[in-house]
């Protein structure tokens, strides 16, 4: 298959473009634009879901051995509970799953929204204007 040829030069997202070039229907958003850029990034292991998570914690409900967590969000969720140990004893096994998943998601959230900030701040910070009135 040839090459597209296309009206116009890209630098950086050049194939996110092409990508939402080909399979939109209508002139994208910037949004969708940088959606398409990101998806063709190589992605960093994030946190797994919040089901897998809760495994990983059922499985290794033990007191007498310190858990090693295959990723922090679920170290900062079981410690927020109050430890594995406030776990192990608990009586109600349903309300703890409901509480991890409820403060498990919210952490995830979090580190999204603080992910999306600061790609906003480092793309911000490249700006000489905005550098200057942040100096005064």
Known sequence: MAQPAWPFAVSGGGSGLAKIIMTSKFFPTVAELTEAVESL????KGPPPV???WDEVCRKLNPYQAPIWTHDAIRLTV???GGIRALC???NIGSSRAHFFKLYEALIEQEKDNTVNNKVVALLSNNTHIKWLNEK
């Open 41 to 44: 990034q190589p992605k960093p």
């Open 51 to 53: 089901e897998e998570a």
């Open 79 to 81: 410690q927020r509970l």
């Open 89 to 91: 004893e608990c009586g």
